[in-house]
């Protein structure tokens, strides 16, 4: 068995290696455990105890969304493998996919954006704001915005799955279950917490280096799955929007209650999964 430890008393590189793997192993767990609805089975190893600290946990937070997109891609692939004598439509199998995704999320996000729509134009003042953002009923802002969002997503999808078909559509699926993590881990690390006792206040933001990482698997998702399939110029299109994303939601955020929350942060995902897909889009190549 190789020395856990160098005579010094220090760990070993093994050593390292082993605690770097289950440090990240820890995190998706927590992550998994705290952003979907689904049960984290006992043979994976058990989340911590409580809300997560995400300093360093959210970096696992891009992977999770790599995950919620597989899983959520599943009727979809596994209708359109099934329709042996004639082929579902492109729309239903991407209604079946957005549909999966606001199952397996609890609709967290779409929550966010519904609640975010509500109070930042519902609102006269900072405090009314954060009064109708937490109100749990949905009004017409959000109700519109909620439309809106499910329209375009399931749009985008449809195109995909129209025009590359299920498998090489959901390639684009699979990145932005990745990238659109990016503007709300944006929001999360460049703005303040809105309230003190808020959720997001709770979970504390994420470090520099957790930001960055989340960055590196936005553009690596981008350069792996979109570049080969859909061309080097929809990759850079789709990045650049998603930049654009972030920039957006921190200005408004700053301008209508000068810092974030957590439903600011789950606006942004579904504002930088829209924007990606558009980005996307407008370049992809048809070949």
């Not at 952003?35 to 409580?50: A, I």
């Not at 597989?70 to 079946?96: E, H």
């Not at 399931?154 to 995909?160: A, D, E, K, N």
């Not at 399939?229 to 920039?247: E, H, Q, R, T």
Request: aromatic share 10%; with cysteine; hydrophobic share 50%.
């Amino acid at each position: 068995m190789p020395e856990m430890s160098t005579p010094n008393g220090k760990p070993s590189l093994l050593m390292s290696v082993i605690r770097y793997i289950q440090g990240w192993w820890q995190d998706i767990l927590d992550c998994f455990a705290f952003f979907t609805r689904l049960p984290v089975p006992g043979f994976l190893g058990k989340p911590s105890e409580g809300m997560p600290s995400m300093h360093r946990t959210a970096r696992a937070m891009p992977l999770i969304g790599l995950f919620l997109a597989f899983f959520a891609l599943i009727p979809a692939t596994l209708f359109d493998a099934l329709a042996w004598t004639a082929p579902l439509p492109s729309f239903l199998l991407a209604c079946m996919t957005i549909l999966s995704m606001s199952i397996v999320t609890g609709g967290l996000h779409e929550d966010g954006l519904a609640d975010v729509a509500d109070g930042f134009w519902g609102g006269h003042t900072i405090a009314r704001k954060l009064e109708i953002m937490k109100d749990s009923r949905l009004g017409s802002y959000g109700a519109t915005a909620l439309c809106m969002s499910l329209l375009m997503r399931i749009s985008i999808v449809y195109y995909l799955f129209e025009n590359y078909g299920v498998t090489r559509g959901g390639l684009a699926y699979l990145a932005a279950g990745v990238v659109s993590r990016v503007p709300l881990m944006h929001v999360w690390h460049t703005l303040p917490a809105a309230r003190m006792n808020g959720l997001s206040a709770g979970l504390g933001a994420p470090s520099t280096r957790t930001y960055a990482i989340s960055i590196a698997m936005g553009a690596l998702a981008t350069g792996l799955l979109i570049v080969p399939n859909f061309g080097l110029a929809s990759g850079i299109s789709a990045f650049v929007m998603i930049v654009l994303a972030s920039l957006m939601m921190v200005k408004l955020a700053n301008h209508h209650i000068k810092g974030q929350t957590g439903d600011v942060l789950g606006a942004s995902q579904q504002v930088g999964e829209i924007f990606f897909g558009i980005g996307l889009l407008l370049f992809a190549s048809i070949g």
